[in-house]
């Protein structure tokens, strides 16, 4: 089991930057892979960034490519997702993911455990 909680969600203007933090507790943290979806409303929850058991190998959705950047502390157990150069359409619930198998980590279906959530409002 892996327990994980998602912060630092807020209120930002367009342009702005935040940094999320998703800490995870139940199992050794560097045996997942971890991911970060969101959720606007109406709207399916789609990926957005992810990263291997290693810190080398990350995954973009192309409409955060070259803002986001995914990175972990394996010894603070904790995911980040740096979120630059924000847009009224990156508002959405975020939400960390972790994955035991590191295939196909795009996917919803390849995350077993979920987290809350967070809410980024990006305002114009």
């Known amino acids: 089991q892996v327990q994980l909680v998602e912060s630092g969600g807020r209120l930002v203007q367009a342009g702005g930057s935040l940094r999320l933090s998703c800490v995870g507790s139940?199992?050794?943290?560097?045996?997942?892979?971890m991911g970060w979806f969101r959720q606007a409303p109406g709207t399916e929850r789609e990926f957005v960034a992810a990263i291997g058991w290693g810190e080398s190998t990350t995954y973009y959705a192309d409409s955060v490519k070259g803002r986001f950047t995914i990175s972990r502390d394996n010894a603070a157990n904790t995911v980040y997702l740096q979120m630059n150069s924000l847009k009224p359409e990156d508002t959405a619930v975020y939400y960390c993911a972790a994955a035991s198998y590191g295939r196909r980590l795009t996917a919803r279906y390849a995350y077993e455990y979920w987290g809350q959530g967070t809410q980024v409002t990006v305002s114009s």
């Open positions: 139940g199992r050794t943290f560097s045996s997942v892979a």
